[in-house]
DNA sequence: TTGCCCCTCCCCATTTTTGGGGAGTAGAAA
DNA sequence: TTTCTACTCCCCAAAAATGGGGAGGGGCAA
């Protein structure tokens, strides 16, 4: 059931080597049959559905997660969006309805009981989940998990580059970067300061820091300041 | 030179056992006098400073750097927000006046001229950067890269799992979830629209509107509007 | 040198958001 | 069953943000 360092270097050697989806989704496949379990998806999350997505599962069950909107109450998403270790499903958050409810439909579709999902993240507020999933008892599970825990880790990071790689527009260099103090101002608005505040507290007058606001608003292609904020936070370029 | 599976694996032991800032600080004096290479930093890159930080530069660097905040024009920071995968410092842009001004001033405080940065990212926007530092020429450094780029991006993510375990604001839990409502208006505020466009759109009157708006961000904690849509972004409550 | 971007300051009027109050229905949880 | 939360509607006045204009000094790069 282990993976041997050769089988790993050679599976990730191939997942380099592929130059499109078709070409990740033949490794995800070979790497499905290697490890023996039910599926293993890697999905880029995003609320546009998961277009930079492959692995295992079936159409019916992608498209009736698409259909559904399960993407906003699938706790393994919602969970991993708020860790940065691999987690195991049995971890997660299931005591809402909707969470009960979509587990079950889930089990219809296909999708094991047991589950370990890898949250991984890249530029611009990316996030993606690398998934192994599996129907077996808890010890079993609790034992694969641990013995392939790392080798997962990076075969997710690797599934991660190739779709970055795939995506023209998370190359960086394409979107114009704030000035330092537009980055200021953006910054101060995230944290919930008033503008006249901000400007107090950069020393400036109220009126420059609007010529930043809407700068950066400009920049960002936003339609006005809350907007705007929340392009910046997405793209990375402030920290809140 | 290489760090064979056992090595990697009585290390990464040593470093899950770790219990504070000190014991990371442990593993990695270790790591780099495994690895012979001048300088080995992991440091979580925030606009506060890298307080959670731990490597082997010297202090006179450090302070220099948080006196000059190089942080905002250090090329590898830069280089590194806009990229997922690891980076060779050769291929980021030092074009700049300021960042040739700032290798120079690097290099006389100990800095080696070849580096390899891999960026770490963690929820609520977190970013941390692990850098292997040395001096040799071209050809050896490649060499070293490619034969330990896997194990430095697992031993990278590893730091980064303990580095979130002593920050425990970036612990999930405790926070009030959003009402269905509330993620809906807190969404459309985010992407640009405008009250009376959202109450439109979502069939209901301006005042609903307004009655989920006060009640999200009173459950955000936040101070006004635009603050409550960065923390429910922040917090993963809502996706842009 | 020239051009470009960043930083800084100021006017106006209009639109939008905010703060604080009250009230009834329906469905889910305890 | 009771209680709780989510959802829906309404008033008013004050505070804040927006839109669009103009203008000068400084630094850095081609």
């Known amino acids: 059931m282990l993976v041997t360092l050769d089988n790993l270097e050679s599976l990730l050697s191939a997942l380099e080597q592929s130059d499109s989806l ?3 989704q033949r490794v995800i496949e070979a790497l499905r049959a290697h490890y023996g379990v039910a599926h293993l998806v890697y999905h880029w999350v995003d609320s546009r559905g998961d277009q930079y997505g492959c692995g295992t599962y079936s159409d019916a069950w992608r498209q009736k ?47 094991g009981n047991q589950g370990f999902s890898i949250p991984i993240r890249g530029p611009n507020g990316q996030f993606a989940l690398f998934t192994v999933n599996d129907t077996c008892d808890d010890r079993t599970w609790a034992g694969f998990t641990q013995s392939n825990r790392r080798d997962l880790i990076l075969i997710a990071h690797y599934f991660n580059e190739k779709a970055l790689e795939f995506e023209p527009a998370r190359q960086p260099g394409q979107q114009q970067p704030l000035s330092p103090r537009e980055v200021d101002a953006m910054t101060l608005i995230a944290v919930g300061y008033s503008r006249a505040q901000i400007a107090d507290r950069l020393s400036i007058s109220e009126h420059t820091l609007r010529v930043y606001i809407e700068s950066a608003r400009f920049k960002l292609g936003a339609l006005n300041t809350t907007h705007a904020v929340a392009r910046a936070m997405s793209r990375g370029l402030i920290v809140v």
Do not use: N
Not at 82 to 98: I, T
């Open 22 to 24: 078709e070409g990740m």
């Open 65 to 111: 997660y698409l259909d559904e909107t399960y993407l906003r109450i699938d706790p393994v998403v919602q969970g991993c969006y708020q860790r940065f270790h691999p987690v195991d499903w049995k971890r997660l958050d299931w005591s809402s309805k909707a969470a009960r409810e979509f587990a079950k439909v889930a089990a219809e579709y296909g999708v």
